[in-house]
């Protein structure tokens, strides 16, 4: 972590060809889309205010492509932030990030579509219990990361339940994860 010369805590990690550096709260990139904290807000407005209306919202491909490029920057935040030990940042970017699919599951008009991002919802839930168990046992709290642990991979099954896929879940390196971390 580092301090930006707007006064703001950054985020910088080397990559092969250089770094990048992220903001440590709002979009990671500093952005406002359309006046927004992130294209899943301005969307999500859209959304309601078509819903006042009475009107039927649906994303359309490209927008889902935004909202999914969008959920990459989300993503290499939070696996710095993880690696950082900032448990709480992991938290509510794991949080946003599984609340964009969940929306647009329920806003894209092809599940193919919507699928290309649910997709992603075993390691994102796996990424966000990780971090969720990891404040309990920096408490000391190990009975509760138990429970904690036990939680991320039951809506994990749920998810592959819901999918309809009972091979997914039993090849889910994510539940393989999270069970051997129990153990």
Same mark, same amino acid.
């Given at each position: ?26 979009? =990671? #990139? ?6 927004? +904290?992130?294209?899943?807000? /301005? &969307? *999500?407005?859209? @959304?309601?205010?078509? $819903? ?8 359309? =491909? #490209? ?6 490029? +969008?959920?990459?920057?989300? /993503? &290499? *935040?939070?696996? @710095?932030?993880?690696? $950082? ?99």
């Amino acid at each position: 972590k580092i301090l930006g010369s707007d006064g703001k805590e950054k985020i910088q990690f080397r990559i092969d060809l250089g770094w990048i550096q992220r903001e440590t709260a709002g979009r =990671p #990139d500093g952005s406002e889309p359309h006046e927004c +904290e992130s294209r899943l807000e /301005y &969307h *999500r407005s859209r @959304a309601q205010r078509a $819903l006042r209306k009475g009107e039927k919202f649906e994303l359309t =491909p #490209d927008e889902v492509g935004e909202l999914q490029a +969008e959920g990459i920057q989300y /993503y &290499h *935040r939070y696996i @710095a932030l993880f690696q $950082l030990e900032d448990y709480l940042g992991v938290i509510r970017d794991t949080q946003r990030n599984l609340e964009m699919f969940e929306f647009v599951a329920e806003r894209a008009g092809n599940e193919d579509i919507a699928w290309s991002v649910e997709q992603f919802t075993p390691y994102v839930r796996m990424m966000n219990t990780r971090a969720k168990a990891s404040l309990a046992i920096e408490r000391g709290d190990l009975v509760e990361a138990v429970k904690l642990i036990e939680k991320g991979m039951d809506k994990i099954r749920e998810f592959y339940n819901a999918a309809g896929d009972a091979e997914l879940e039993q090849q889910s390196p994510e539940l393989h994860f999270l069970g051997e971390w129990l153990e």
